[in-house]
């Protein structure tokens, strides 16, 4: 019998934003750590997903997506995203079926040039279930003309196809190392964590232009009942203006149910507990522009 080597390492996901890393890594993970929603700039920080199996164990690193920052959190994400790719030993970079590479590509592939020979880059283009056979055979081409992927595999992460070949592919360039992570371990994250970012996804749900993009969430109290599978959970949503606060709460506080319900049902699936959730709206005048603010509000390292 031949003793497989088991393997080990950091992969960063890296992108624009809105190309589907966060569901990626959902996927892959099976659980939802990571908030998705259809709006750029969902994610704002590194989130860790850790993937065990029989051969590997691959640490996954979910980022905010590139893009041009537009204030103090702008700058925070974007070091996160840098961040996340120095400290990889594999690099994913995972774009749309978009039939041009424009800017906001541009700019990734310069980044990446610099990596090329030195980390695996692999190239994964996603939303794949939204175009056709010869659309996807010339994006693929238009990509392969870059020459500094190592693969370049095409998926959708929404139907969870092709998802095995990438992890599959992963394994070819991890090198033999131990588990970092006891093996039932999915995220460095703790379920304070998630239950913000359901919130805040919610928000991006359900709310428009600038309103979802100013919110921040702050957890006041998680806390089990001794006699009782159920949380009481209190959370603060801050908002940028008092103009926002109005529209976040809704006519007759209709939008901030509409937040709250959904948010305490995915709470109370995460974690298979009633939750009684209680929501106060605050407003912090222009916090994304203002650095302690920023950081208070968990985007610090
Ligand atoms: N059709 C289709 N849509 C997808 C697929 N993967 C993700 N999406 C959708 O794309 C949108 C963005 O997905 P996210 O996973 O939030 O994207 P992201 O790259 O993490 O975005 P940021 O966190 O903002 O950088 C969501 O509306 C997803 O449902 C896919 O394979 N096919
Ligand atoms: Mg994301």
Redesign the pocket.
Known sequence: MIDKIFKSGYVSVI??????????L?AIIGEKI??????????RQNITFIHTDEDAQIIFL????IQKPKNKLGEFMLTESKEGIEDSDVITY?V?TSKKIGRAERSIIDILKEYKGKLPIILLI?????IRKDELLEIISMYAEEDIFDEIIP?????N?GVDIYLGSLKKYLKAGPMYYPEDMITDKNERFIVAEIIREKGLMYLNEEVPHGLAISIEKFKKREDKNMYDIDANIYVERDTHKGILIGKNGSMLKRIGTEAREDAERLLDAKVNLQIWVKVEKNWRDRDNLVKRFGYDK
Request: proline share 8%; glycine share 8%; charged share 25%.
């Open positions: 992108g624009r934003p809105n190309v589907g890393k966060s569901t990626l959902n990571s908030a998705i929603s259809s709006k750029p700039q969902t994610t979910d980022t905010p997506g995972i749309d996603n939303k794949v279930d939204t998926i959708s992460a929404m139907k196809d």
